[in-house]
């Protein structure tokens, strides 16, 4: 018995309704960064686009697939956790990916002017600066200088998990990533219809700095993070099941 066609030309294996639709710009742009974050993960990157050639393609434009509103750590840099290169990723870096209006104006820069259709806040567990936002909000006191700003900008979120009852800081920082989407898209509407279009989708991922990978946290649209997420991501990372130790 053969399932041969006549016609001879088959479209691939296991073909479903599913499979038949082509995936939007923003879940491809969402897989190439999960693919990007397995191979790191596995100590296997291929160190994409950072090539000489590749950088003088690039010098006379650029179309990065990504936006990444990450924490500044210095352990977060995004092209190597991605393994990425240049001209992929259009990155705006925070203390706590705070979101204030130039980083809001960067990423409705790439949206809007180059295009990119996917935005990815990236935070990760032990956060500094929700750390000494929680410390500040526990102490009372506000912290001198500049950094009261970044505090400010984090204690919204700190207000949101003691009312969902969750008080670990990494419980909180997923709550913070999921708060800084919500910002990212009330806080500017040009971002939020490009959303609601379909050409644009914000996720926010969580990442181990131990383990390398990245959890996702929130999505809009919300099916956008149901891709499979890197090997290696641990399961105990969950805010509710932390909390209850
Ligand atoms: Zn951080």
Request: charged share 20%; net charge negative; proline share 7%.
């Amino acid at each position: 018995m053969s399932h041969t066609g006549s016609s001879g030309i088959q479209p691939g294996p296991q073909r479903t309704t599913d499979l038949a639709t082509p995936l939007s710009e923003p879940t491809r742009a969402y897989a190439e960064l999960v693919a990007g974050n397995r191979r790191f993960v596995d100590g296997a990157p291929r160190h994409p686009n950072q090539d000489a050639g590749h950088r003088a393609a690039v010098a006379d434009g650029q179309h990065p697939f990504a936006v990444i509103v990450g924490c500044s750590d210095s352990r977060l840099a995004a092209e190597i956790i991605f393994d990425r290169g240049l001209g992929d990723l259009f990155v705006v870096r925070t203390a706590g990916h705070t979101a204030g209006p130039e980083v809001l104006g960067s990423v409705e820069y790439a949206v809007t002017v180059l295009g990119t259709p996917l935005v990815v806040v990236l935070g990760h567990d032990s956060c500094g600066a929700v750390q000494a936002a929680r410390e500040s909000a526990a102490t009372g006191t506000a912290p001198s200088g500049h950094l009261r700003a970044v505090v400010d900008a984090v204690l919204p979120s700190l207000r949101r998990a003691a009312s969902e009852g969750v008080d670990d800081i990494d419980g909180i920082v997923d709550i913070h990533i999921a708060q800084t989407v919500e910002t990212l898209l009330g806080q500017s509407p040009v971002l939020a219809d490009s959303v609601a279009r379909g050409r644009c989708a914000v996720v926010g991922v969580s990442y181990r700095l131990a383990a390398g990978a990245v959890r996702p946290v929130a999505a809009v649209p919300a099916d956008l993070a149901t891709l499979e997420t890197p090997a290696g991501s641990p399961e105990s990372t969950d805010p509710a099941a932390a909390a209850a130790v």
